[in-house]
């Protein structure tokens, strides 16, 4: 992989470990949930592409759904 993947990478598990700090937070307070909310959503996104990469660099797969990744799962769940 390069330089982009490796930061990519080193970005998603950084944003991982702060998501799992939610769970030592209040999660009732307002402020608190809507943060935890944001970061999971940055989270989801970055694992996606990190997943992305690996598809395209280890097996060359590169069809892929065009359009947002959450509706790609949510037409996918839609089916099964």
């Known amino acids: 992989?390069?330089?982009?993947?490796?930061r990519r990478f080193q970005?998603?598990?950084?944003?991982?470990?702060a998501l799992a700090e939610a769970r030592e937070r209040d999660l009732t307070d307002s402020?608190?949930?809507s943060g935890t909310s944001a970061k999971f959503s940055i989270t989801f996104d970055l694992s996606w592409k990190v997943m992305k990469d690996i598809l395209v660099q280890y097996y060359a797969i590169?069809?892929?759904v065009t359009g947002s990744q959450g509706m790609f799962c949510v037409k996918h769940l839609r089916q099964t």
């Open 31 to 33: 402020f608190v949930l």
């Open 1 to 6: 992989m390069d330089a982009k993947f490796d």
């Open 11 to 17: 970005s998603f598990c950084n944003s991982l470990d």
């Open 62 to 64: 590169t069809g892929f």
